[in-house]
């Protein structure tokens, strides 16, 4: 993008246009106590490249590689390598010709993709259909409880304590602007879910109940009683799935009963990329398909009588009045999309198996030898790759340990919920096909030593 540089007279021409005297007005509605008087005192004025190079190189030299270390952390964000197929298939020609499908007859790859990828979905989760993407999983999980306010015609949702924080963080935050009711709490650090009290708790006033699947601490539950629970009450179960590799051992929401279905697809095709881009997974009953954000790619004919992918359904607020559109989403994360879908046609209905009865046998060895340790309790047996430990020592203090020892020895509960006590011995692990016998004897050694 060019520098298009303005002089004085354009820059007061553009403020008088628009009503106000000075640039600072612009930004009236920042608190003074927020805004700087000046530049930011310790950084310099200026730098050279090769100044700024060394000073950043220097910096990063302060990370612990991920990439070189053995890696057990999770909570939302897995490490499964990705073939190097993926990032080739990604760059052709046919998938790179257009940003979004508006014009099929130039766009035809990029559609099929978006096809096949919800055509994977749908099934993944146990669902009819599934859209053709969302940001990621937490937005997709807020999209979900305002198509369940827009079915039902109720405001007020049940959030599992097992969700993960962060998504319930997004969830509060969009809350705030269109008066749903959520209630929640945090995790218990027990065997059991909370899905019993959910259902007890579900009323005539409510709108859905978001489930994790598995939860922020790796426990897997039957949902099936707490859907038909809902949907007794006239209230939707909403699933939620951090890992879609469990989808390959574990039985699917959708077969359990849930409506809407939504999750992060970043394990499959994604690298961890300091943090993303994601992207989210949304699936549902066929019934609630005009409610559904996003939008959908569908397969039809041309004039010819040959196969053809167009946009089937697209209520977004670009295509229709603002008011009736199902969510702002403004655009899809459809490279990442496009990634999964490779990812996931590599593998296979028989190579995702192998890859979960791999993650999950790896867990169970870890988790058993974890649990050896002298002081060491493992809070949940029924798990896939995931689960929570609780040590005799606060676990945020542990996990540092770990590192100076380089090794990434999994997530501390009170990163997670600061504040709350009862969860600060809790230390969530997750083992994939990634981690080595060597790797899981380092953390063995490390956590070992973290906790006397």
Not at 68 to 78: K, N, R, S, T
Not at 168 to 184: H, I, P, Q, R, W
């Amino acid at each position: 993008m060019r520098y298009l540089p303005l002089s004085d007279a354009d820059r007061s021409a553009m403020l008088e246009t628009i009503g106000v005297a000075h640039v600072d007005d612009l930004f009236r509605d920042v608190p003074q106590e927020a805004r700087l008087d000046g530049p930011i005192a310790k950084l310099p004025s200026h730098a050279t490249e090769l100044e700024v190079e060394r000073h950043l190189s220097a910096l990063a030299r302060k990370n612990v590689p991920a990439g070189e270390v053995p890696f057990f952390l999770g909570c939302g964000a897995y490490k499964h390598p990705v073939p190097a197929s993926v990032d080739h298939l990604i760059q052709r020609g046919e998938f790179l010709t257009a940003y979004t499908p508006y014009q099929p007859e130039i766009a035809q790859g990029t559609l099929q993709v978006l096809f096949e990828f919800q055509s994977q979905v749908a099934r993944l989760m146990g669902c009819e259909v599934a859209n053709a993407s969302m940001y990621d999983g937490s937005t997709a999980c807020w999209e979900a409880i305002g198509m369940a306010r827009r079915i039902t015609r109720k405001s007020k949702t049940l959030i599992s304590s097992g969700l993960h924080p962060h998504y319930v963080s997004v969830c509060n935050t969009m809350a705030k602007f269109t008066g749903d009711t959520l209630e929640t709490a945090v995790p218990t650090l027990t065997t059991e879910t909370d899905i019993d009290d959910l259902i007890g708790r579900i009323d005539d006033e409510t709108s859905a109940v978001v489930v994790q699947y598995p939860d922020i601490l790796g426990r897997v539950a039957d949902l099936s009683g707490l859907a038909q629970a809902a949907q007794a009450k006239g209230a939707l179960l909403i699933a939620v799935v951090t890992e879609p590799v469990a989808l390959g051992l574990l039985k699917s929401p959708g077969e359990m009963g849930a409506d809407i279905v939504v999750g992060e697809g970043q394990s499959i095709g994604v690298g961890l990329n300091f943090g993303g881009p994601y992207v989210g997974l949304f699936a549902c009953r066929e019934k609630h398909i005009r409610q559904m954000p996003g939008r959908i790619a569908g397969e039809t004919i041309d004039a010819d009588g040959r196969r053809g992918f167009v946009l089937t359904l697209s209520t977004r607020e670009q295509h229709i009045r603002r008011e009736k559109a199902t969510s702002n989403i403004c655009t899809n994360a459809g490279l990442c999309a496009l990634a999964f879908s490779i990812h996931m046609t590599l593998l296979g209905e028989k190579g995702l198996r192998q890859l979960a009865e791999l993650n999950h046998a790896r867990a169970v060895e870890l988790s058993q030898r974890l649990a050896a340790i002298p002081g060491v309790e493992l809070v949940n047996d029924l798990f896939f790759n995931e689960f929570t430990l609780k040590l005799p020592v606060e676990a945020r203090p542990a996990v540092h340990r770990m590192v100076e020892k380089n090794v990434l020895g999994g997530v501390s509960l009170g990163r997670l919920y600061p504040g709350e006590a009862a969860l600060a011995n809790g230390l969530v692990v997750a083992v994939t096909e990634t981690a080595t016998d060597k790797d899981m004897d380092a953390l063995v050694e490390a956590l070992t030593e973290a906790v006397k």
